[in-house]
Nanobody, 121 residues
């Protein structure tokens, strides 16, 4: 069983930055791709970013390309999402996930509880 715990969310003004962290535990983390998804008010959960096990492949939603960076530290079993130039439309609950990777929610087997990111105008 893989346990994922997000942290780092909060309230930030538009144009600011936040760094989300996801702490992973469990042996199944080894070899798993990781992803970040978000659910904005009144919207479905959507893909944000993904990273391969080695970190050599990353993939971003068009809405965050150039602003967000996903990374991982396999020694510390951590995954990060650096969010810069935040916009009010980035306001959402952000979830980390472990699985086969890609942009589809069905590809992920384990999910964290989520962390709230609120970007004020």
């Amino acid at each position: 069983q893989v346990l994922l715990v997000e942290s780092g969310g909060g309230l930030v003004q538009a144009g600011g930055s936040l760094r989300l962290s996801c702490a992973a535990s469990g042996r199944a983390f080894v070899g798993d791709a990781m992803g970040w998804f978000r659910r904005a008010p009144g919207k479905e959960r959507e893909f944000v970013a993904a990273i391969s096990w080695s970190g050599g492949i990353t993939y971003y939603a068009n809405s965050v390309k150039g602003r967000f960076t996903i990374s991982r530290d396999n020694v510390k079993n951590m995954v990060y999402l650096q969010m810069n130039s935040l916009k009010p439309e980035d306001t959402a609950v952000y979830y980390c996930a472990a699985g086969r990777g890609g942009a589809f929610r069905a590809n992920y087997d384990f999910w964290g509880q989520g962390t709230q990111v609120t970007v004020s105008s």
